[in-house]
């Protein structure tokens, strides 16, 4: 199985950057998933890190680095609709996701 | 194109009853999930399909059965409802070449008191 680690909560500016980590224990790995949830709403896919390194889509950029079993989002000029829960998921055998307890987070003004 | 729908939205049972979420893609997609999510919690897997006529438990299989009869159609069960299965239900689908990409539905919300 897979367990990940993320922070539950982070807060920041309109504008700003901000990176959201994620620490994985895995067996069965293929890959890193990021997702978007608003309240009340679906899960949307944001990226996926298959290899190590950076993936850029936009204003969010996702990496991944196998070795250290760890990656991360970043989300550049913060805008207050991306205000929601951000869930890393490790990608599994036919394309299953086991996802991380997410982050919350907070834009402000 | 639709993408992927579930029904009902809402539903509210009592204990030991019986009920089917219904989930449907028109993406043809060959695989298909359901989730439940409680609060604080991410994103759990049920059972998964990876095509027609097959299915397989995920990370929190007990309780629910499923069935993939048609392509395009993955249905949830939950034979005696009890108080812990209340949740928000999701089901997603990807397709073969996913690369960590599914496509989730509107979710449906499940009281069972």
């Known amino acids: 199985g897979q367990s990940l680690e993320q922070p539950s909560e982070v807060t920041a500016v309109e504008g700003a950057i901000v990176q959201i980590n994620c620490t994985y224990q895995?067996?069965?790995?293929?890959?890193l998933s990021w997702y978007q949830q608003h309240d009340g709403g679906a899960p949307t896919f944001l990226s996926y890190?298959?290899?190590?390194g950076l993936e850029e889509t936009g204003r969010f950029s996702s990496f991944l680095s196998r070795s250290d079993s760890y990656g991360y989002l970043l989300l550049q000029e913060l805008q207050m609709k991306d205000s929601a829960s951000y869930f890393c998921a490790g990608q599994g055998g036919a394309n299953n996701l086991f996802f991380g307890t997410g982050t919350r987070l907070t834009v402000i003004p | 194109n639709a993408g992927v729908t579930q029904t009902p939205k809402f539903r509210v049972l009592k204990t030991g009853q019986s009920m089917t979420l219904l989930c449907a893609q028109d993406m043809n997609h060959e695989y298909m999930y359901w989730y439940r999510q409680d609060p604080g919690m991410g994103l759990r897997l049920i059972h998964y399909?990876?095509?027609?006529?097959?299915?397989a438990k995920g990370e929190v299989p007990d309780g629910y059965n499923v069935s993939r009869l048609k392509k395009q159609n993955f249905l949830l069960g939950l034979e005696s409802a009890a108080p812990s299965q209340t949740s928000v239900y999701f089901c997603a689908s990807s397709s073969l070449a996913g690369g960590g990409e599914q496509y989730f539905g509107p979710g449906t919300r499940l009281t069972v008191t």
């Open positions: 399909s990876v095509g027609e006529g097959t299915t």
């Open positions: 890190n298959a290899l190590d």
């Open positions: 895995t067996s069965g790995f293929y890959g």
